[in-house]
């Protein structure tokens, strides 16, 4: 669950509070959208170890996928389809504590127990979708979801 143990004494609340600021200080200076996605998914990657982390910009009727860590992805995504594409199409965060049990999930890899998805917003709209999958069942919760809607905001803020 978001408040257990990962590492003697840290939990993951506090994990995520000492990622905040690295990712402040990578975007920081850097214009390129692309690269500061990179940043951003390695660093959460890396910090917390989830299976996959990554990013699907809004290209048309579909979600495209961007700069990602963890095993290959589905590359395209229809509106509506799956837990990103439901996002999208909600504008809301989406946490998935059992992906078979997610009507319609998108099985992209069979490791994948538990998600969770983030709308970042440009102009009004949802223009990309922060997508996170867990190796273990329901390992999303409230202290995810406030720290990948702060990550959105520092998405939302760069440049590009």
Same mark, same amino acid.
């Given at each position: 669950?978001?408040? @257990?143990?990962? %590492?003697?004494?840290?939990?993951?609340? +506090?994990?995520? #509070?000492?990622?905040?600021?690295?990712?402040?200080?990578?975007? +920081?200076?850097?214009?390129?959208?692309?690269?500061? *996605?990179?940043?951003?998914?390695?660093? /959460?990657?890396?910090?917390? &170890?989830?299976?996959?982390?990554?990013?699907?910009? $809004?290209?048309?009727?579909?979600?495209? *996928?961007?700069?990602?860590?963890?095993?290959?992805?589905?590359?395209? /995504?229809?509106?509506?389809?799956?837990?990103?594409?439901?996002?999208?199409?909600?504008?809301?965060?989406?946490? %998935?504590?059992? $992906? &078979?049990?997610?009507?319609?999930?998108? #099985?992209? @890899?069979? +490791?994948?127990?538990?998600?969770?998805? /983030?709308?970042?917003?440009?102009?009004?709209? %949802?223009?990309?979708?922060?997508?996170? &999958?867990?190796?273990?069942? #329901?390992?999303?919760?409230?202290? &995810?979801?406030?720290?990948?809607?702060?990550?959105?905001?520092? /998405?939302?803020? *760069?440049?590009?």
């Amino acid at each position: 669950m978001s408040e @257990s143990i990962l %590492v003697e004494g840290t939990t993951r609340e +506090e994990k995520y #509070a000492s990622l905040l600021p690295q990712i402040r200080a990578l975007v +920081e200076g850097e214009n390129d959208l692309i690269a500061n *996605l990179a940043n951003i998914i390695g660093a /959460i990657k890396e910090g917390m &170890d989830f299976l996959w982390v990554g990013c699907y910009f $809004v290209k048309g009727n579909e979600l495209v *996928l961007g700069p990602f860590q963890g095993p290959v992805a589905c590359t395209r /995504i229809g509106f509506g389809k799956g837990v990103c594409g439901a996002c999208w199409q909600r504008a809301e965060t989406i946490i %998935v504590k059992n $992906v &078979d049990e997610f009507p319609g999930h998108i #099985a992209c @890899s069979t +490791e994948s127990k538990s998600e969770i998805t /983030i709308p970042v917003f440009k102009n009004g709209k %949802v223009f990309m979708v922060l997508d996170t &999958d867990s190796r273990s069942l #329901a390992d999303f919760g409230e202290t &995810d979801r406030n720290f990948f809607q702060e990550i959105a905001l520092i /998405i939302e803020s *760069l440049p590009g």
